[in-house]
Structure formats: C-alpha cells, structure tokens
C-alpha cells in the first residue's frame, strides 16, 4: 500500500495547455462554493492573504496536487484531518518519502489543495487543470497578469485561484467574486515585525554592553597628600565612584562639585578642594597612584590637572601602573 502511494504522489501534474475562460465555465454560478470554501479555510486557520504571499513554484505545486488527491482518497488520513482541522504532516512524510521541512513550509497550501479537491466542491475542483503526468520541462511562465476565478473581493485588492493552482492577490479593477477575471499583482505588505525585532534585540544587546562598560572599572587612583581620595572611572574614563578614604578626604569630596565627570576633571577639582581646604599647601608632596590600565604618557602634561599642579606649585609623584610619569 505504501509503496503505491509513493507512486501516486508523481502521477497527475498541472497541465499548461488550457482553454480560456470558456463560454459554459463564466454561465456557472460558483458563488455557493466559494462561500463554503472561504468558511472552511477558516476553520483550519488558513487565509488568502497567507497563501498569496509565498506561491510554491510549479514542481512544489505539482507534488501538493498529488499529496491532496491521496488525502482525500485515503478515509483515514481524511478523517484524521476533518476532525483534527490539521494535516498528519509527520505521517504524510514518513509514509510518502516527503521531506516534513517542505510539508511544513506549504502547510497552509497543502490544506487548501485538500480541502479543494474534496467532493464538496465540484466546481472549484474544475476549475484546475490537471491531467496525468506527461513528460514536459518544468518552466515557470511569468505571469504580469494572472488570470483565474475571483474568490473574494475588497476595496483595494481582490483574490484569485489560477488554473495552475495558485492564489494570488491583485489590485481590485472592477472585477466579480465567481467570475473569470485577471489583474495585476499586488505587492504584499512589508512584514516590518520580523527587521524591528531583530532591531530591537540588536539594540538591547548594544544598549546591555554599553551598560556593562559604563560600570565596569577600568581605571583606580589614589590621591593621596595629607588626606586620601579613591576614584574609580570606566573604559570611558568617566567617573564612576569616588570616596575619601581618611576624614580630611571625606572633607574635600564632600564640597566637590564636578563639572563633568571626565578623569582630568575630576582630578583637578580633587586638587583644588584640597588646596582650598588647606589640606595640601604649596611644595607639598601629591602622590598620585594608578592602577587598571596605564594612562598616557603626556596625559598629565596638559589639562586642568596639569594647570591645577602648577599653579599650586605641588611637587607631584605619580605612579602609572608601576612606571612614573612627569608633569612638565
């Protein structure tokens, strides 16, 4: 049984050769079917909108076509999917030697093809050209109007089923749901929601890291004259805590008021605190310790402390993660 469905699943194909919209097919009155159809394709989750955005290339569609006809033959796979409202896409592959990757990606066109070659629909069903498979190149023709039966119309746009058994949406010219009608694609609509979350997690990701490298210590120095200040800064070199780590330094952090959280402003209003509330005087010793990653070799030999040294005449030591570094 097996073995002559895997055979089946190559026996009809979608044929090239048609008759155009034929004076006896446009006097049928295919409203009703249309009707029920549209309402069945609910009840499985399935919408036009979803179909037309990815058409199956001919191949594909010819191997659903097939899938379809054995669903509807077979009285277990069909009750399993009536009952279920879902395709056995596990068991379609294992039985028939599909791959369930391409089952899963044309899902919804699967449905539709079952659903529409079920005896309930006998003249949708007509409306596909089908036949036994013959041997033909596979060639895509490409379609500026595609032409086909209109199952639902809106404002704006309207949606057909080819003969070749493909749904397309196209901009609503005037025509009728239940007749033969062509038309022009219309674009479907950007999914932004797919680019906007990859954005966004990008965005958070970046946003994240900046964080950790705005609290992440980079840089520990140690003022130190007759009082003591500890200053942290990040790989930004913006000041992330500073403590007087002996009562006179508590004295002059406390009365600091920074302009700017930059390194070199906030040693230069250290100093000066310290000058103002007569903790260092003139030709007094400022050790300066550095640890973490060393500083350049001139960044002390401009800027504010740099002018803030000099002009109270301090006789610096500074200490750049084990090698010394001059003022002047």
């Not at 003249?123 to 596979?138: A, C, D, S």
């Not at 966004?200 to 003591?228: K, W």
């Not at 070199?264 to 310790?289: C, F, M, N, P, W």
Request: aromatic share 10%; glycine share 6%; proline share 4%.
């Amino acid at each position: 049984m097996a073995s002559r469905r895997i055979l089946e699943k190559n026996k009809y194909q979608f044929l090239e050769k048609i008759s155009l919209s034929p004076i006896d097919e446009e006097s049928l009155d295919y409203s009703v079917e249309i009707d029920n159809y549209l309402k069945e394709l609910k009840t499985y989750k399935v919408s036009l909108m979803g179909l037309s955005k990815d058409v199956p290339s001919k191949e594909d569609r010819n191997l659903f076509l097939n899938l379809a006809l054995i669903i509807t033959d077979d009285e277990k796979l069909k009750e399993q999917f009536t009952t279920q409202k879902k395709l056995p896409l596990k068991r379609i592959s294992h039985t028939l030697e599909v791959p369930l990757f391409k089952l899963e990606a044309y899902e919804n066109y699967l449905c539709a093809y079952t659903m529409l070659l079920d005896e309930k629909y006998p003249l949708l069903r007509k409306t596909l050209t089908y036949g036994p498979k013959v041997k033909e190149h596979l060639t895509e023709v490409l379609k500026f109007m595609p032409q086909g039966l209109v199952l639902h119309c809106s404002f704006r746009q309207s949606y057909l089923l080819t003969r070749h058994g493909e749904f397309y949406r196209i901009k609503n010219e005037g025509q009728v749901v239940g007749k033969f009608a062509s038309g022009r694609k219309k674009r479907n609509p950007l999914n932004w929601k797919r680019p906007l979350g990859s954005l966004l997690i990008i965005a958070l990701i970046a946003f994240g890291f900046y964080q950790y490298q705005i609290n992440q210590i980079q840089n520990t120095i140690i003022v130190r004259a007759v009082g003591e200040v500890k200053v942290e800064f990040n790989s930004f070199g913006n000041l992330i805590d500073i403590i007087g780590t002996s009562p006179e330094g508590d004295k002059f952090v406390s009365s600091a008021e920074f302009e700017a959280k930059d390194m070199d402003t906030v040693l230069a209003e250290i100093i000066e605190q310290a000058y103002i509330s007569g903790t260092i005087k003139e030709r007094d010793e400022l050790l300066i310790i550095i640890s973490g990653e060393p500083l350049e070799e001139d960044f002390f030999k401009s800027g504010k402390t740099h002018d803030r040294i000099l002009s109270y005449q301090l006789n610096p030591k500074i200490n750049n993660d084990g090698s010394f570094l001059e003022v002047n």
